[in-house]
């Protein structure tokens, strides 16, 4: 049997030679990091979990029409992809400020933004992902200005279309990241959506309570980031009873209790 070539290994996933090419085997692991990887930590199952609302977030993506690198899921951590060149653009869009823009701006965290607004960061880690305009995108060649239309297009598709998702099942999305890569067919190229879509890179509010249900709980060493992310997976309904059948059991009771910080019922 020969092992299979790894390409790369970046702080949350793997990514391995697909099966046939043009094709990639991305796998999502438990590792978390913040702070362009300062603080350094696992989440139990958060690759599973991550895996699954992925598949599900850009599968509903194609059906209206958005072209992404999702081609199917192969197992629990595993999902095939199209091979992309990925654009060195971190394309962040906000709802409600949060995070790096209060700092930045004095926002106070919650405030609705006047209209929804899509900020680019330059792909280095070395540089911590520097905050860029689309001058710097055009002046050093990163992405072309026909592909920066179709890229934002995109993203405020996907923000339309997940902040209604999320409002569906009381979530209210205040902001996210996004990677494109461009797909080559001969001479000509495009861009599509890649990367993944999950409570790592999302920020996930509940809209009743406001609890935090995303990475933020890591970052701000909140507790119940477990919890959390199966949260937002068992509202998209993505948690079956099946699970705990393939090794990974999820307790629902227990994580929602914690949530609250209430504590767990005794057995
Ligand atoms: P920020 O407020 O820290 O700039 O983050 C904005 C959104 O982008 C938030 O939902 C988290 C996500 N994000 C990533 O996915 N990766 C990153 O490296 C950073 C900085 C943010
Ligand atoms: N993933 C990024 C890092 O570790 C930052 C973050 O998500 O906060 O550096």
């Given at each position: ?9 970046g702080?949350a996933k793997i990514l ?9 085997i991305q796998y999502f692991k438990d590792d ?13 199952g958060k690759g599973v979990i991550n895996n699954r609302i992925s598949e ?17 899921r192969l197992n629990m951590r595993e999902q ?116 993944e879509?999950s409570?790592d ?67």
């Open positions: 049997m020969s092992r299979r070539r790894q390409i790369y290994e702080k391995y030679e697909g099966p046939e090419p043009g094709t990639i978390a990091t913040a702070f362009n990887a300062q603080k350094r930590g696992t989440i139990n599900y977030v850009f599968t509903r993506l194609s059906h209206i029409g958005i072209p992404t690198h999702f081609i199917r095939l992809v199209r091979q992309v060149e990925i654009v060195p653009i971190e394309v962040v869009v906000r709802n409600v400020a949060a995070g790096s823009i209060c700092k930045r701006l004095g926002l106070e965290e919650g405030e609705p933004l006047p209209h929804t607004l899509i900020e680019y960061c330059y792909k280095d880690d070395a540089l911590g992902d520097p905050l860029i305009a689309e001058e710097h995108i055009a002046c050093f060649g990163w992405a072309s200005n026909e592909e920066m239309q179709d890229i934002a297009s995109m993203a405020i598709r996907v923000n339309d279309f997940l902040s209604g998702m999320f409002a569906a099942i009381n979530i209210r999305l205040i902001d996210f990241k996004l990677e494109f890569g461009r797909l080559y067919d001969g001479d000509y190229s495009r861009v599509i959506l890649a990367d879509i409570p890179g999302c920020r996930l509010w509940d809209m009743t309570t406001n609890e935090k249900l995303d990475k933020d709980r890591f970052r701000r060493d909140l507790g119940g980031e477990e919890e959390a992310y199966q949260e937002v997976a068992r509202r998209l309904g993505l948690l079956q009873n099946d699970e705990s059948a393939q090794g990974e059991v999820f307790d629902l009771s227990s994580h929602r209790s914690k949530l609250r910080g209430t504590p767990k019922p005794k057995k």
